[in-house]
Antibody, heavy 121, light 110 residues
Framework: EVQVVESGGGLVQPGGSLRLSCVLS????????MSWVRQAPGKGLQWVSS????????YHTDSVKGRFTISRDNSKNTLYLQMNSLRAEDTAVYFC??????????????WGQGTLVTVSS | QSVLTQPPSVSAAPGQKVTISCSGG????????VSWYQHLPETAPKLLIY???KRPSGIPDRFSGSKSGASATLGITGLQTGDEADYYC???????????FGGGTKLTVL
């Protein structure tokens, strides 16, 4: 059974930094692309970032380019999202997602319960 | 403004059928596989359909997906009150080099 457990969310001031972590189990971690998807209060799902199975390719939505970095440690079955220069509009529940693809994200097959990031002074 | 367009809401009676549309363009739906997700409040979203029309293990055949050109459709038959949720379509956009989601459709089972 695939398990997805996020951590690292919390309250941070505008301009601050936060690192989200996600530990996954129940499958061969390095064989699948991984993503972060967020949902701001009262809004729909928004894709944030994806990374290929090998970690060699990364993709980010325009609004976070230059501020967020997705990475993975295949030896620890762990996905990360380093978030810098945080803004109020980054406030959201962040979901860690296992994809069905390897290089490009194809479909989000398994989702974590989400971790809340609040950016406020 | 979402790249993929979905109706904000749909409704139908228990036992009836409903369809949810998802409209895009050649850089996304027209040339890439579509997936559909169900999101109940306070829960993790669930994959319902992938590769346009495939169901993951455990998803009942009441849920179906189809695609024609740059539009995709999710169909749900035998509606149950437990189907009340937000539904999202998603795909890869080759021009944007990004995953794109629709704005979501709220299903009400009257």
């Amino acid at each position: 059974e695939v398990q997805v457990v996020e951590s690292g969310g919390g309250l941070v001031q505008p301009g601050g930094s936060l690192r989200l972590s996600c530990v996954l189990s129940g499958f061969h971690f390095s064989s699948y692309a991984m993503s972060w998807v967020r949902q701001a209060p009262g809004k729909g799902l928004q894709w944030v970032s994806s990374i290929s199975g090998s970690g060699g390719a990364t993709y980010h939505t325009d609004s976070v380019k230059g501020r967020f970095t997705i990475s993975r440690d295949n030896s620890k079955n762990t996905l990360y999202l380093q978030m810098n220069s945080l803004r109020a509009e980054d406030t959201a529940v962040y979901f860690c997602v296992k994809d069905t693809g390897f290089v490009l994200p194809a479909a989000a097959s398994h989702w974590g319960q989400g971790t809340l990031v609040t950016v406020s002074s | 403004q979402s790249v993929l367009t979905q109706p904000p809401s749909v409704s139908a009676a228990p036992g009836q059928k409903v369809t949810i549309s998802c409209s895009g363009g050649s850089s996304n739906i027209g040339n890439n596989y579509v997936s559909w997700y169900q999101h109940l409040p306070e829960t993790a979203p669930k994959l319902l359909i992938y590769d346009d029309n495939k169901r993951p293990s455990g998803i009942p055949d009441r849920f179906s997906g189809s695609k024609s050109g740059a539009s995709a459709t999710l169909g749900i038959t035998g509606l149950q009150t437990g189907d009340e949720a937000d539904y999202y379509c998603g795909t890869w956009d080759t021009s944007l080099t990004a995953v794109v989601f629709g704005g979501g459709t709220k299903l009400t089972v009257l």
